[in-house]
């Protein structure tokens, strides 16, 4: 009987102990969030910034589930919370990971974008991943624009070499020819010196 006083003692002392740890957490983002940040000259709590990303994150989901693309892809509220997930992700996880220093205007933006756009992007990537005739047709663009760059650069390159070419062999030619004397010029300089 003893150890099950005991073992009530214990979890009854664990249960306080996670329920102050839990206190000190909120406090602890309660402060955080509280503090005040500076964005087009007002100096707002950080909480309000937050708020507003999750609103234009939904607002871009809206306008997602707008488009012609979504409408004929899956069902309405489907396509509107994937958006509000995908658009989440990419606003509080890539972005603050890619540019730890991005500005709240900045992060504001991503986040309406990374809402209107992230979803149909995930939708665009996971067909080109399901069908193989567009993978092979994306290979074939990546070729063709590749060739066609490497003949762009070839062709750039050959004529601006030339041009540099003829460049140095024009200045190397001119050194050789114009070699100023610069002994006859100060022997000339010391006879009229002399004279006067």
């Known amino acids: 009987m003893p150890h099950r006083i005991a073992a009530v003692e214990t979890v009854r002392a664990f249960a306080l102990s996670s329920s ?12 955080q969030l509280n503090v005040t940040h500076e964005f087009l000259n007002l100096s707002l709590p950080y909480w309000v910034f937050l708020l507003s990303m999750a609103v234009l994150n939904f607002v871009g989901a809206g306008f997602a589930t707008q488009t012609d693309y979504m409408k004929a892809n899956g069902s309405r509220v489907g396509n509107f919370f994937t958006a509000f997930f995908v658009g989440f992700f990419l606003s509080f996880v890539v972005l ?9 205007g900045l992060m504001q933006i991503a986040s309406f974008i990374s809402g209107l756009c992230g979803t149909i992007l995930l939708r665009v990537i996971i067909n080109i991943m399901n069908r193989q005739d567009l ?11 590749s060739i066609k760059f490497a003949g762009l650069v070839i062709k750039m390159v050959s004529e601006h070499a ?4 003829g460049a140095l062999l024009i200045g190397i030619i001119a ?3 114009i070699i100023p004397d610069s002994g006859s010029d100060s022997s000339r300089q010391q006879a009229e010196v002399r004279n006067d």
């Open 135 to 145: 993978q092979d047709a994306i290979v074939d663009l990546i070729v063709q624009q």
């Open 96 to 104: 603050p990971t890619a540019d730890p220093d991005a500005s709240v």
């Open 175 to 177: 050194s050789l020819t």
């Open 20 to 31: 102050g740890t839990i206190a000190a957490v909120a406090m602890g983002l309660v402060e």
């Open 162 to 165: 030339i041009k540099l070419i």
